[in-house]
Nanobody, 114 residues
Framework: QVQVVESGGGTVQPGGSLRLSCAASGTTSINAMGWYRQAPGKQRDLVALITKDGSTTYVDSVKGRFTISRDNAKNTVFLQMNSLKFEDTAVYYC?????????WGQGTHVTVSS
C-alpha cells in the first residue's frame, strides 16, 4: 500500500517563503511526483511536477517563485515557495505517480495573510 504524507504548510505573510515536503512509502517504482493545490470553491490544479529523471513542469503563475525538487533515494519531493502571494492560499496536495496508478496525500494548508 502506497502512503503519501505531506508536511510544511502554515501561515505566512505576503512575500514570505514556505517549504513543503512529501514522502512516499510502499513503492520503489515512482515515475513522477507533483504538487497540486485547491483553493476554496475551486478545482484542484497542478502547481508543479517532477519526473524521475528530473524534468520539471510549472503552472505559469508560480514560475520564478516556486521550485520543485526531488530526492529519489528517499522517495521525497519538495516545493520551495518564495514570494508568496495572497492567491497562493490553498490546500496543497502531493501526487505520486507509479506505472499503473496515482496516489494523493492528505493535503497541507498554506495560508498567505497579512
Amino acid at each position: 500500500q502506497v502512503q503519501v504524507v505531506e508536511s510544511g504548510g502554515g501561515t505566512v505573510q505576503p512575500g514570505g517563503s514556505l517549504r513543503l515536503s512529501c514522502a512516499a512509502s510502499g513503492t520503489t517504482s515512482i515515475n513522477a511526483m507533483g504538487w497540486y493545490r485547491q483553493a476554496p470553491g475551486k478545482q484542484r490544479d497542478l502547481v508543479a511536477l517532477i519526473t524521475k529523471d528530473g524534468s520539471t513542469t510549472y503552472v505559469d503563475s508560480v514560475k520564478g517563485r516556486f521550485t520543485i525538487s526531488r530526492d529519489n533515494a528517499k522517495n521525497t519531493v519538495f516545493l520551495q515557495m518564495n514570494s508568496l502571494k495572497f492567491e497562493d492560499t490553498a490546500v496543497y496536495y502531493c501526487r505520486v505517480l507509479v506505472p499503473v496508478a496515482g496516489y494523493w496525500g492528505q493535503g497541507t494548508h498554506v495560508t498567505v495573510s497579512s
